[in-house]
């Protein structure tokens, strides 16, 4: 029983190969064409300038930062109203999550401006 099985299997094994070899050469032609003519076009365009890329990526930062602010607000005025209503194990509560915010704080404004000086330092380096 167990031989009859492997038989069948190197039979399958043999079929499936000879099957994916002559599928394999129609589908390389396909791939590779439409491969080719999307490089070659790529190659005959002008790389993209630090000015154009950072003119393109600035509104997009600029919304996400104002985005990020607003909800910041919110959050530190809805952790102020906790506060001030909080009996004191609810306060050392509050102040355990005012410590995430913080770091929110940080990481978005603190990340807002290393992207600012990068692009700024890479336009004075490669210009």
Known sequence: ???KIKKILIVFSIVAIIVSLFCKVNAMDNIMGPAKNFINKGSTNSPIDTQEAWNEFLPTAQILVVIASV???????????????????????????????????????????????????????FV
């Open 71 to 125: 909800v910041l607000v919110v959050c530190y005025m809805y952790m102020g109203i906790k506060y001030m209503f909080a009996d004191p194990n609810g306060k050392a509560d509050v102040k355990q999550k005012l410590i995430g915010l913080v770091i929110a704080t940080v990481v978005i404004y603190g990340g807002a401006g290393i992207i600012t000086v990068l692009i700024n330092l890479y336009n004075n380096i």
């Open 1 to 3: 029983m167990i031989g």
